[in-house]
């Protein structure tokens, strides 16, 4: 059973711009903390952003800090991630987590930025 589901990922240029979305309707989504990771190719999964339960509070991933914003409506049980002047460096499958030990993952997006 898929519990979260992110969309938006697909191919942009150095530059532009993509927002992913992470959907969980059948959870409990506004009693926790969310985030967002990414793998690239070849490399270990990397922390990007996460945000509280409330959407008050957000940290960020140095590598992504000023381009990314992470935010959520809880009425719509959904996460976002706006990603802004993307890098080639970024790369990667993207995938959302419910901020805690045991929390679900998502199945993953994948974002490419051409050159």
């Known amino acids: 059973q898929v519990h979260l589901v992110e969309s938006g990922g697909g191919l942009v240029q150095a530059g532009g711009s993509l927002r992913l979305s992470c959907a969980a309707p059948r959870r409990p989504f506004s009693s926790y903390d969310m985030a967002w990771y990414r793998r690239a190719p070849g490399k270990e999964r990397e922390f990007i952003a996460t945000i509280n339960w409330n959407g008050r509070n957000t940290r960020y991933a140095d590598s992504v800090k000023g381009r990314f914003t992470i935010s959520r409506d809880n009425s719509k049980k959904t996460l976002y991630l706006q990603m802004d002047r993307l890098h080639t460096e970024d790369t990667a499958i993207y995938y959302c987590?419910?901020?805690?030990?045991?929390?679900?993952w998502g199945q993953g997006t994948q974002v490419t930025v051409s050159a």
């Open positions: 987590h419910e901020d805690f030990d045991v929390g679900y």
